[in-house]
């Protein structure tokens, strides 16, 4: 049983990891275009202007 | 790809295409970045594919000084930040050039909207506590020895608390609102039950006890957030779809300074005795006083006259009209905040303070509810007390109690189905502004119109297209194609829809306003416009009244005569025998002159109409209707129609609607046709079934689990379980919206599309 000393702190913090990575791609904009955003993937190139 | 999914053609809007923002426009829109940037978002109605953000932001990376372009999909719109500089880089010419003319949303949103983000992040924070939670309860629940258990707990409280502090901020919030102001609303038992519940399990697991509810408290919060948050993303998406609409009011204007040079100002700088300068095609600021210049002004949008009216030096304006034909010098009368739009804004908020506030279904849910859970909850507490001794069984059955009977489902039963409900109108058009828009919408019983804009479309239609000589009408709309006269529009309109080539050996048109146009053809003169001045020759007093008939002279001989109808919005015939089907009265109240009024109410077989209605007219009528106990739905699109929209129980405006009424309508929609009318009333009834369902299903469910919870036989796996069914019950039930239309949805895809086609061809 003693596994489980470390095993459960560690999926509390890869749950913690996920959360964390959610609420950059909130405030980082990664949602604001969902359907342009399934589109853009199909573009050859980077797109033509900047980051 | 994506071109042809249902919704693109969904903000073609004519109007919005019309007259490009300038760009001194364009910098009183946008606003400073950093590193002496300026950055604007533009609407640009005309995004709907993949290839089109490439379009978009290849054509705009090309402009010299952009220093970044970012079309969105999603919000049909382009952000462009440029180096701050005397005047901003030909953003506006180089996108209607590459085919998506642009123009500035009605109220340009700064970034993301500040509520919805904090209730995704409650959302995923509640989330994630309630699914780590739930793995440690399982563990539990499938038996584990006491010390693991204890364990377990105490892992289970240190991630409930910041959880719980964390997301349930929304709920404490407007619960100690509520309490503040003396009232209670369905915040309130969420908020006791779940600071109770958490409180009593952290002493549990303090003394080693069998029991703890952390997923339970948890896991109300994850069920009622997401109600929240879908309440709150359909309001934000309807408002962003109405805001991205052009706005017909300008943002700035020109004023001439008194040592002749001009000036940009925006409109809210204008002061009395300013002297302004409107160009043909631009809409009056401010109300105020002609100077000089002649020219016509389309007063439809503010009074619901169907014709341009004439003016000349000395007419008095008014704010919100459209200069047709010529430019004007215009003396401010009165500041912007004092115009005629102001007034209507008075108005409004007047009639607002009127209204008897209307109450939510889910408000007078918990009205009724939340009592009855707490004096069940206290009946309880008190009666196992005294039975037993035991206060702390005492308390754990009466926390039980409030979690099994938190309103959960009943949180998720409204804006879920007004959720799926939006959503449907939406794909089809209609914005609606709230879910409280929808419940009001399903009781009305009387539907207003008004006329011009809203049964018609505003815009003269040539009689008799089809049978008109074919030379006369190349002739007619060669000189109509230099003129913004309604008229000389659909006569451009009518000549287009046949073969369109102009007549090349016409010359020197020129505008008379309140006249017609005159032209040079070889050595003949040629005339369109008024009867009496056409074949006159003489140019007679310009502010004679306007007439229905317009004709064609060549040296003063008639050629041919054209009449003009008013052309019926599509679908007002079915909408109105819609409504009537569905047994509500209707009635037309226009701004416009009796006969015209008359004959549109006789074509459409309308008995109760009023005509020549001012602004306060409109609003006292809507105000004896509500007085009588009738439930209004108004809908209509002009400055006129505003105030009663505030008086009307419910209202609806096109998306061609001046601003202000936009703003003020409960639902706006995009297409043409008025079919939108009786789908949304037949979305809202359906709607409004749907909820009441949902709520009986709720109160049911906790009616059941009630005596169990008061027993005392309500563990937290009992409670997890319950809790879970009931919102799964709601959520089906809610998703029964969709399922009868789904079968029917290709066929009404091509029917839309090919209306599309059919608005663009015209």
């Known amino acids: 049983m003693s596994v489980l000393a470390y095993l459960i702190p560690l999926s509390i913090v890869l749950g913690i990891v996920g959360l964390a990575a959610f609420l950059w791609c909130l405030k980082n904009g990664q949602y604001e275009d969902l359907d342009g955003a399934a589109e853009r993937v199909l573009f050859d190139e980077d797109g033509p202007a900047g980051p | ?762």
Not at chain 2, 483 to 508: E, I, N, T
Not at chain 2, 685 to 701: E, F, H, K, P, S
Request: net charge neutral; hydrophobic share 50%.
């Open chain 2, 1 to 762: 790809m994506s071109c042809c999914a249902p919704g693109a053609e969904a903000f073609a809007d004519p109007e919005a295409t019309r007259t490009l923002p300038s760009p001194e426009d364009l910098v009183l829109a946008s606003r400073p970045g950093r590193d002496g940037q300026r950055e604007a978002r533009l609407s640009v109605p005309a995004i709907h594919c993949g290839a089109c953000l490439r379009t978009v932001e290849s054509a705009l990376a090309g402009v010299d000084g952009v220093l970044h372009a970012r079309a969105n999909l999603t919000g049909r719109n382009v952000t462009v930040r440029w180096r701050d500089g005397s005047l901003p880089p030909a953003i506006v010419e180089t996108l209607a050039a590459a085919g998506y003319p642009p123009h500035l949303a009605d109220s340009a949103r700064d970034g993301p909207d500040p509520v919805q983000s904090e209730l995704v992040r409650a959302l995923s924070v509640a989330g994630f506590a309630s699914g780590n939670i739930m793995l440690l309860s399982v563990s539990v629940w499938s038996g584990t020895d006491a010390a693991m258990r204890d364990v377990f707990h105490a892992l289970s409280a240190l991630i409930a608390l910041p959880a719980l502090a964390y997301s349930g901020r929304v709920f404490y919030r407007s619960a100690w609102q509520a309490l503040r102001r003396g009232r209670t609303n369905m915040d309130v038992p969420i908020s006791i039950g779940v600071a109770l519940a958490f409180a009593l399990s952290v002493y549990d697991t303090i003394e080693g006890g069998p029991h703890a509810y952390f997923d339970a408290a948890v896991m109300l919060l994850l069920f009622l957030l997401v109600g929240r948050t879908l309440d709150h993303a359909m309001r934000a998406r309807a408002h962003a779809a109405v805001e991205g609409l052009a706005r017909l009011s300008p943002r700035g204007v020109v004023v001439e300074r008194e040592d002749g040079t001009t000036a940009y100002l925006p409109v809210g700088e204008i002061v009395p005795g300013m002297t302004v300068i409107v160009a043909a095609g631009d809409r009056l600021p401010v109300d105020g006083r002609v100077l000089s210049g002649v020219s016509q002004l389309d007063r439809s949008l503010v009074t619901g006259e169907n014709l341009p009216v004439p003016v000349s030096a000395g007419a008095v304006v008014e704010a919100g009209t459209l200069n047709l034909s010529a430019p004007l010098r215009v003396e401010a009368s009165v500041a912007a905040g004092d115009s005629f739009l102001a007034e209507i804004v008075r108005l409004m908020a007047a009639a607002e303070g009127g209204r008897s506030a209307y109450r939510r279904i889910a408000d007078r849910a918990a009205a009724l509810y939340a009592p009855f859970v707490h004096a069940t909850a206290i009946l309880a507490l008190v009666a196992w007390f005294s039975v037993t001794g035991d206060l702390h069984l005492a308390i754990t059955i009466a926390v039980a109690v409030l979690i099994i009977t938190c309103p959960c489902a009943l949180g998720l039963a409204v804006p879920l189905v007004q959720g799926i409900a939006t959503r449907r109108l939406f794909d089809r058009g209609v914005m609606v502004k709230d879910g409280a828009a929808l419940e009001r919408l399903a009781g009305v019983d009387v539907v207003v119109f008004d006329k011009t804009g809203t049964l018609t479309l505003g815009v003269p239609r040539l009689r008799d297209r089809d049978h008109a000589d074919a030379k006369a009408l190349a002739l007619a709309a060669t000189l109509a194609a230099y003129s913004r006269h309604p008229h000389a529009r659909a006569l451009a309109a009518a000549h287009a829809a046949r073969d369109g080539r102009l007549d090349p050996a016409v010359a020197d048109v020129r505008e008379y306003p309140g006249d017609g146009l005159e032209a040079r053809r070889n050595a003949d003169v040629v005339r369109l416009g008024r009867a009496a001045w056409a074949l006159a020759r003489q140019p007679r007093d310009p502010a004679g009244p306007a007439e229905a008939g317009t004709v064609l002279a060549v040296n003063g001989r008639l050629v041919a005569a054209f009449v003009f109808d008013e052309a019926l919005r599509a679908g007002a015939r079915d909408a109105i025998a819609a409504f009537r089907g569905e047994g509500l009265d209707v009635e037309i109240l226009s701004g416009d002159h009796e006969p015209a009024v008359a004959g549109l109410a006789g074509t459409l077989g309308v008995v109760r109409f009023r005509a020549a209605m001012r602004p306060e007219g409109k609003l006292a009528r809507l105000n004896s209707l509500a007085a009588a106990g009738h439930k209004a739905l108004m809908i209509g699109d002009g400055l006129n129609d505003t105030p009663a929209f505030a008086a009307a129980h419910v209202s609806m405006a096109p998306s061609s609607a001046v601003d202000v009424g936009r703003n003020a309508a409960d639902f706006v929609f995009l297409r043409e046709s008025l079919d939108a009318g009786p789908l949304a009333l037949a979305t809202a009834r359906r709607a409004g079934q749907l909820i009441r369902q949902n709520l009986a299903i709720a109160v049911l469910y906790n009616g059941v689990a009630l005596p169990f919870a008061i027993a005392g036989l309500v563990t937290p796996l009992v409670a997890a379980l319950a809790m879970s069914g009931s919102s799964l019950i709601v959520v089906a039930n809610a998703l029964r919206l969709d399922w009868r239309p789904r079968r029917k949805r290709p066929l009404r895809a091509a029917a839309w599309r090919a209306e599309a086609g059919e608005g663009l061809a015209r």
